[in-house]
């Protein structure tokens, strides 16, 4: 199964983008679902997720306040819109997708690699000053 990240650019400081990621042959409206991305150089790191239902959402530190990740269970997209672009936020960003379907874990699962079965090809975000 391929997840279809799309939406990346390159933009100045200050702008938004909004990343799309579906996945055409299988529905994860019922599954987490998770970006992640890596930097040049850098290993990948865990930027935002959501659970199945989307009531509850995560985030890291460098981007809380300045990203929002939702989905459409009815389009069985996932989103990440992305202001205040800044040039530390210069990756490839991957969606990510649980295989397991309605299920919950404890809130520090939600940022681990380790939970998600399915990765998107990437999209790249360049953010110069």
């Known amino acids: 199964v391929q997840l279809q990240a799309s939406g990346g650019g390159s933009v100045q400081a200050g702008d938004s983008l909004r990343l799309s990621c579906a996945a055409p042959?299988?529905?994860?409206?019922?599954?987490?679902m998770g970006w992640f991305r890596q930097a040049p150089g850098k290993a990948r790191e865990f930027v935002a997720s959501t659970s199945y239902t989307g009531s509850r959402t995560f985030y890291a530190d460098s981007v809380k306040g300045r990203f929002t990740i939702s989905r459409d269970s009815s389009e069985n997209t996932l989103y990440l819109q992305m202001n205040s672009l800044q040039p530390e936020d210069t990756a490839v960003y991957y969606c990510?997708?649980?295989?397991?379907?309605?299920?919950?874990?404890?809130?520090?699962?939600?940022?681990?690699?380790?939970?998600?079965?399915?990765w998107g090809q990437g999209t790249l975000v360049t953010v110069s000053s």
């Open positions: 042959g299988r529905t994860f409206s019922t599954s987490v």
């Open positions: 990510a997708a649980d295989s397991r379907q309605r299920t919950t874990y404890t809130d520090s699962a939600y940022y681990g690699s380790w939970l998600y079965d399915f």
